[in-house]
């Protein structure tokens, strides 16, 4: 056994069967958790509110937070290390499965990120029909987090409506890629298909439907005093020190920080399009709820111009050393057989260079970094996820604070594990 | 509110610090600037620090490993990805570090953010950041053996069993034998 400190203050405890080391945590947690005086709690990594499989080591000085160690690595799954085996299309597969609640973010950020690398052009079509999926998947995010948001805070209502939006949503993902979740719609060139005839009509009553249901969560919760006293003056971050911790996205926003990528450098044309970039003052969870309140709102105005605007044409570049041909030309053409052939079996190559992309995901920015080896595979591919920046954050916002505040701010930086541990 | 005008942060870090930049490199648009590994905290700071630079952010740190073949200066990169607000652009800071000594100075002091993004670089590629205030493994298990980003380290397929192979795959599988 180990040598300890005995308790000297607080509960008595039957430590004989004891195995570990205090030791270890010295440093990390303050001298008054050696002697007993403040107590560590193991804060999940199965805890409900930790939306995923997040441990936190609290230091509790009765029901105040005096410390907050995070412990990730539970939902570590070595995708960035499975991609290096695989050609670029078909890493697009693994990308969905980081962040599962935004998983047509991640395949734009990989997507872009390998455009970038070979230089491939998207047609216009297919520009427009991403940001339709985009700005879908940020609604949809924004739904889940409101969801669990709110059913942390107590109030459970709420969670059942998002959810009944929510899955509009996945239907009209089913509708393009087949699959409600991980479509992997997106390839490097455009998308995987054209958008079915009863895509577009199912779009226009989801924009006809939503509007009234976002009054309806706020009616629910904006001007509702429990909430507000849960929310208000609780896990401030100031704006600079949100910067220097990596915070970004809505939470960065909610400390009134106007830094929106689809607005800073835009992607995917994200330029053509008319919409706010709602920003808090406070930075507590309540500027961070009506943000992402907002945000929906906006992403309807995007989806809106962006079926009004929606171009005829190529919805996946035709550049056949890197798409590979519809599988109604390989009856005709030796030379798409070929191309087919020679795509699906070995892949494309890269050049043996370096880029980074970052786009803003539902979460925050999500940055792409790809280093190509000359031939078909990636020699590095790396993900800088919002998660888990924000993740690392939350000490930062949670000290001094009571425990129940706790589980309102990892709500409200709405953290994924998947998308922290990769 | 008086904004200077942006600085070409060549030419800025030249004439701060000349012998700092070992190379400069541009692809599709990206500016590399590549410096010796005791240079990364300096370099950073100072272009996090001076009036017409401003790169405020640190969006990423990114290790890659050229092994086994590479025509760069060491095995290991690593790339801090930095961004300006004030200006809206991004540059790479690069610096190369050799297999047998992979020791970068640490960037937590200049962002406390950066303390995740090395340990995760400590964690997979092996990297160490010399100050950094808690090195410990972030991702992997304490008791992890290697760092498996490297491209050395195996993937851990399943050997495909065949009659000749079979007794030789049986020895190292997991099950309790006898």
């Given amino acids: 056994m180990a040598e300890m400190t005995a308790p000297t203050t607080g ?92 998983p047509m973010s991640n395949n734009m950020a990989f997507n872009l990120a390998v455009e970038k690398l070979v230089d491939l052009d998207v047609p216009p079509r297919g520009q427009v029909i991403r940001v339709i999926c985009l700005e879908l998947t940020r609604i949809q995010s924004h739904l889940v987090w409101l969801g669990t948001h709110a059913i942390d805070m107590g109030a459970m209502s709420v969670f059942l409506y998002c959810f009944r939006e929510r899955e509009r949503i996945l239907d009209m993902f089913e509708m393009l890629s087949g699959q409600r979740m991980m479509g992997s719609y997106f390839r490097p060139g455009g998308v995987w298909r054209d958008l079915r005839p009863e895509f577009l009509p199912a779009l226009e009553d989801f924009l006809d439907y939503f509007p009234a249901k976002i009054e309806d969560y706020e009616k629910l919760l904006t001007s509702n005093p429990l909430w507000l006293d849960r929310t208000q003056g609780v896990g401030i971050i100031e704006p600079d020190v949100a910067l220097a911790w990596g915070v970004s996205g809505p939470s960065l926003r909610g400390s009134g920080v106007n830094w929106d990528i689809r607005k800073a450098m835009p992607y995917s044309g994200y330029e053509n399009y008319e919409f706010n970039v709602p920003l808090g003052e406070h930075g507590d969870v309540y500027d961070r709820y009506i943000i992402r309140i907002q945000e929906m709102r906006e992403s309807l105005k995007i989806i809106r111009q962006a079926i009004d605007n929606l171009p005829d044409g190529p919805f996946r ?92 701010i990892i709500g409200s930086v709405d953290i994924v594990l998947g998308d922290c541990d990769r | 509110m008086n904004i200077p005008d942006p600085l070409d942060p060549v030419a800025a870090l030249n004439a701060a610090h000349p012998d700092a930049i070992k190379d400069t490199k541009t692809f599709r648009d990206e500016l590399t600037i590549i410096i010796e590994p005791q240079d990364v905290p300096t370099v950073l700071r100072y272009l996090r620090d001076t009036p017409g630079l401003i790169y405020n952010y640190l969006s990423d740190i990114s290790p890659v490993d050229y092994y086994p073949e590479y025509d760069r200066p060491a095995r290991f990169g690593v790339s801090y990805h930095i961004y300006s607000m004030l200006y809206n ?54 008791d992890w053996d290697g760092h498996p980003h490297r491209r050395d380290y195996p993937l851990g397929y399943e050997t495909i069993q065949f009659s000749f192979n079979v007794e030789e795959i049986m020895k190292h599988k997991p099950f309790a034998k006898e």
Wanted: some cysteine; hydrophobic content about 35%; charged content about 25%.
């Fill in chain 1, 11 to 102: 509960p008595t405890t039957d430590m004989s069967q004891w195995q570990g080391s205090l030791d270890e945590l010295r440093g990390l947690v303050s001298d008054r958790a050696m002697t007993g005086e403040t107590m560590l709690l193991n804060m999940g990594p199965h805890h409900p509110s930790t939306h995923g499989v997040l441990r936190l080591l609290l230091e509790l000085d009765g029901e105040e937070v005096v410390s907050c160690l995070p412990d990730v690595g539970f939902l570590h799954t070595g995708i960035e290390k499975n991609i290096e085996s695989k050609t670029y299309e078909k890493g697009v597969t693994l990308t969905d499965r980081m962040d599962y609640l935004a």
């Fill in chain 2, 89 to 142: 652009r991004r540059l790479r800071v690069k610096t190369f570090v050799e297999e047998d000594e992979p020791v970068v100075p640490t960037a937590t002091t200049i962002w406390p953010g950066a303390n995740w993004l090395e340990r995760e670089a400590h964690d997979m590629m092996g990297i160490v950041f010399d100050g950094h205030p808690d090195l410990r493994r972030l991702l992997m298990p304490a």
């Fill in chain 1, 317 to 408: 570049s035709e550049n056949r050393k890197f798409v590979p041909p519809p599988r109604t030309e390989l009856g005709q053409s030796m030379e798409a057989v070929i191309h087919h052939f020679k795509l699906w079996t070995e892949g494309f190559s890269a050049p043996d260079d370096e880029v980074f992309v970052a786009i803003e995901s539902p979460r925050g920015e999500i940055g792409c970094y790809i280093h190509g080896t000359g031939g078909t595979m990636p020699r590095k591919v790396r993900f800088k996820t919002p998660s888990f920046m924000h993740i690392q954050a939350i000490p930062v916002m949670s000290e001094g604070h009571m425990i129940a505040d706790l589980v309102g």
